[in-house]
């Protein structure tokens, strides 16, 4: 999270601007926090331009609970598609594959660079009730660089990539995000969705905190939301419009982006295996291509301060993570390292 963002939730903590008790301990149903949720909503709708037949929901479960929950309140036909292009777009599948008939319309080749084949080339899936997608692959670090062409709504899982970059919202169908990475503390999921998807989760028996309709017909709050969550995300969103809006913050992701696959196509020492039309600007997963200095690197990494380097335990290797909020100077270090450690052991 930005620091600005920290030190306001700081300085806040004890009395939110004089009312006399923390976010913490405020009642959901208080004017000052219909203010907070109101104005968060606001602001995340200027930053993505998010169209007006579109509703923004708040929910919790993060982004797992929605693999489960735009089945249950969006599939409409018995059939739902996916794109397969790595480990989190596999695991909202497989959470899919008890719940409906699910198809797989495309996967990631290999040759030998991973890539995303185009949307032409997918299979035919007009009779599923939406294609899902995994915008971004937070542990391959592979990422749409085009929105698919499809004839069926796209419901994307936009939890690594939100807030990146612009996005023509007009282009899916709903998007969701845990907000652990771009917009705030885990415990709040956010959701934009089409008011005509929205429409046909009204028929359902869904519990209500789990219906999209029920949902968005009490404001995101049919119970007590994730109050504190709520109020940093809204800092978030307020310290990006201060930073000039996504195009600002876009241009930044990708110079960083750039800086750190550059130095690791510069040395041999360093293996990133996403081909370049699919890189994330968000993950950087690489590898040494000696295996046994990966401890080496990663003891000398944290003694110098970088933290969370390690790869996902499911692929190993090494991974470094650009959100919004790390800044360029972080970034002029990690280049420093990786020049330093590929010199050291050339
Ligand atoms: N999708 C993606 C793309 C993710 O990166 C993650 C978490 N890293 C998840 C889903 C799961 O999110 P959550 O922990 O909020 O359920």
């Not at 169908?173 to 089409?194: C, E, F, H």
């Not at 982006?257 to 997963?285: C, G, K, W």
Request: hydrophobic share 40%.
């Amino acid at each position: 999270m930005p620091e600005s963002v920290l030190k306001t939730l700081q300085n806040d903590l004890l009395d939110y601007r004089g009312c006399g008790v923390s976010v913490l301990e405020m009642s959901h149903r208080s004017s000052e926090f219909a203010q907070i949720a109101e104005k968060a909503e606001q602001n995340l709708r200027t930053l993505l331009s998010v169209p007006d037949e579109y509703s923004v929901l708040f929910m919790q479960g993060g982004a797992s609970a929605q693999f489960a929950l735009c089945v249950h309140n969006l599939d409409v036909k018995g059939s739902v598609a996916y794109a397969n292009t790595g480990y989190w777009s596999k695991k909202a599948m497989n959470v899919a594959q008890p719940l409906t008939r699910v198809k797989e319309v495309t996967q990631c080749i290999s040759d030998p660079l991973q890539r995303i084949p185009d949307s032409h080339s997918w299979v035919d899936a007009d009779t599923a009730s939406f294609i899902h997608i995994t915008d971004n692959e937070t542990i391959d670090g592979i990422v749409f660089k085009k929105v698919p062409e499809v004839s069926v709504p796209l419901v994307v899982d936009m939890s690594s990539s939100i807030l990146s970059q612009p996005v023509d919202i007009s282009r899916y169908g709903l998007i969701y995000a845990g907000a652990q990475k771009n917009i705030g503390p885990a415990g709040i999921t956010v959701l934009i969705i089409r008011n005509d998807l929205l429409e046909r989760s009204a028929a359902n028996s869904l519990p209500p905190v789990f219906s999209y309709w029920a949902t968005a017909a009490a404001d995101s709050m049919l119970n007590t939301p994730p109050t504190f969550a709520w109020y940093a995300a809204g800092l978030v969103f307020e310290w990006l419009l201060e930073r000039g809006g996504l195009a600002a913050v876009a241009a930044q992701n990708e110079q960083q982006a750039q800086r750190l696959y550059s130095v690791i196509d510069e040395h041999e020492m360093f293996i990133n295996t996403v081909h370049p039309e699919n890189r994330s600007r968000m993950n950087i997963p690489f590898a040494l291509s000696d295996d046994t200095l990966t401890q080496r690197f990663l003891a000398n990494a944290k003694q110098q301060g970088f933290i969370g380097l390690k790869g996902h335990k499911s692929i190993g290797g090494l991974r470094a993570s650009l959100y919004n909020a790390v800044p360029d100077e972080s970034v002029d270090a990690l280049v420093s390292y990786l020049n330093g450690f590929a010199r050291e052991h050339a």
